[in-house]
Each structure stands twice: as C-alpha cells, then as structure tokens.
C-alpha cells in the first residue's frame, strides 16, 4: 500500500490597497505601496531557507541562527515567454553550534535547500551561497 504524503494547508488573503491576511484568525499586515508581491516571494525564500536549516539542525541535536537574503530578476522566460523569475540567488549567513564539521555542514546545506518549499516552488531554481560559522561553505 502507498503512504501517502503529509498535506499541509494555507491560505492567504489580499486587498486591493496591500492588506494581506492569512489562515482567517491572524492579525493582518498592511505592506505599503512600494512592497510587491514580488518581494514577497523572495523574502519567503529567505525565510523557508532559514527555517529548514533549523528544522534540519534541530533533528541532528544543533542550534542554527542567522539571516538569509535572497534576491530574483523578473523577465520572460525563453521557452513559454511567461513573466517570472529567471533568476534567484540566495545568500546565507549562519552560526551552527555546536560545530558539526564540514560533512556536517554540507548534509545541513542539502537538506536546507532540499527542505527550502518555496524555493523548491520555483522553476527558476534557486541558487544558493552559503557562509557557515564564518566561513565560505558554498
């Protein structure tokens, strides 16, 4: 028999003006006029990105703590001329305590990216730099 996969459910809401909501009961944000859905996006990058290297962490008995930056060119793609990114780079920039060394460091690193759905939601697939403990890990 087939397992089936775990289904995780969400649901957003926006206005005309920039109000999103979310899930029905959270309290909403009002992003403004020069936030688009755009930066939205690449801050959900960011923002997968770091939570799947401390989901990662957390499962081999580590703390992970940091910041992600992630950044997108919007054009037409050459094989459908749809407008989407093209382009996605993310930049990371985390503290793993302790240490786990540099074999580690790269299973941490995959399954970040791996782990990372709104990255892995993108065809234009992100590509990652990586700076762990103060040093280049890419």
Same mark, same amino acid.
């Given at each position: 028999?087939? !397992? ?39 801050? =959900? ?20 703590? #940091?910041?992600?930056? =992630?950044?997108? !060119? !919007? ?5 459908? #001329?749809?407008? =989407?990114? !093209? ?46 403990? #103060?040093?280049?890990?890419?």
């Amino acid at each position: 028999m087939a !397992v089936r996969a775990k289904e995780l459910h969400f649901a957003g809401q926006a206005t005309y003006d920039g109000l999103i909501t979310w899930d029905g009961d959270v309290a909403p944000v009002q992003t403004g006029p020069g936030l688009t859905p755009e930066h939205l996006i690449m801050g =959900a990058v960011a923002r997968c990105t770091l939570a799947s290297l401390r989901h990662a962490a957390g499962r081999a008995g580590l703390e992970a703590d #940091g910041t992600a930056e =992630a950044r997108g !060119v !919007v054009s037409a793609r050459p094989d459908d #001329g749809v407008f =989407a990114f !093209v382009e996605v780079d993310v930049d990371v920039d985390v503290t793993i305590d302790p240490d786990p060394g540099p074999d580690g460091v790269r299973q941490l690193i995959t399954r970040a990216e791996r782990g990372c759905f709104a990255g892995q939601s993108l065809r234009a697939k992100p590509r990652y730099r990586w700076r762990v403990n #103060g040093a280049d890990a890419s």
